[in-house]
């Protein structure tokens, strides 16, 4: 199963748009790009996946690079209730196993 | 409606009781997970089950023991309980397991052992 590197922290000012980066060098084919994130002690959330082209949905983007060994989660007007760890992961098509990592700690400030 | 919902949502137990915790979806879903959320915040994949048949078994001691009645229910059933079974224990369901289909989380079962 493939690793993900991710920022430990990142800041982001309210009401502009937050970038998380991922590095997923060792991804393989058949493998998704998976953004969950977890506000506080809940459950993780999910935001988006996708396998190789961008992805938009209601919460946020998904940038993959041409050679997927990298992707951006954009989410485009940060509010103070978007303040969450957000987690990167490969997700394998073989096993449907998800790999958590650390994750990125993104603090909204006003 | 809750998605997928965990009772109980806190446990405190002693050293070497068992103790269950209960899963249930509302989706549909044919794939259930039981996943651990340790002290230092990492989350780990223990077991999976798909239509009822165990599909991942994560080097688990065999005193954790998941059940599926259904494919709607995954309990989990933990015995001789240890101190360092402390953690949040979250549920998960999927469509299918073969990629592609996102987890969606129950808001956890925070087990402490004393």
């Known amino acids: 199963d493939a690793k993900t590197t991710q920022p430990p922290s990142m800041d982001c000012a309210e009401g502009r748009a937050a970038n998380l980066p991922c590095n997923h060098s060792?991804?393989?084919?058949?493998?998704?790009v998976y953004w969950y994130r977890q506000i506080h002690s809940q459950g993780p959330q999910y935001i988006i996946h996708?396998?190789?082209n961008n992805e938009t949905n209601e919460m946020a983007s998904l940038i993959i690079t041409e050679d997927r060994k990298s992707s951006t989660l954009i989410l485009p007007h940060a509010t103070l209730r978007d303040t969450a760890v957000y987690y990167c992961?490969?997700?394998?098509?073989?096993?449907?196993?998800?790999?958590f990592g650390q994750g990125t700690t993104l603090q909204v400030k006003p | 409606d809750t998605a997928v919902s965990q009772t109980p949502k806190y446990l405190v137990t002693q050293m070497g009781n068992d103790k269950s915790i209960k899963c249930e979806q509302n989706?549909?879903?044919?794939?259930m997970y039981w996943y651990k959320q340790d002290s230092k915040k990492f989350l780990k994949i223990m077991f999976s089950?798909?239509?009822?048949?165990?599909?991942i078994n994560e080097t688990v001691p065999n005193r954790f023991s998941p059940k599926s009645p259904d494919k709607a229910h995954l309990n989990l059933h933990i015995n001789s309980l240890e101190l360092g079974d402390s953690a949040v224990y979250f549920c998960?369901?999927?469509?299918?397991?073969?990629?592609?289909?996102?987890?969606?989380f129950g808001n956890g079962t925070r087990l402490t052992v004393t």
């Open positions: 998960a369901s999927s469509q299918g397991w073969k990629g592609g289909s996102p987890l969606h």
């Open positions: 060792t991804i393989s084919g058949n493998e998704y």
């Open positions: 996708g396998l190789k």
């Open positions: 992961i490969v997700g394998s098509s073989n096993t449907g196993k998800l790999i």
């Open positions: 989706l549909g879903h044919d794939t």
């Open positions: 089950y798909n239509n009822k048949e165990l599909i």
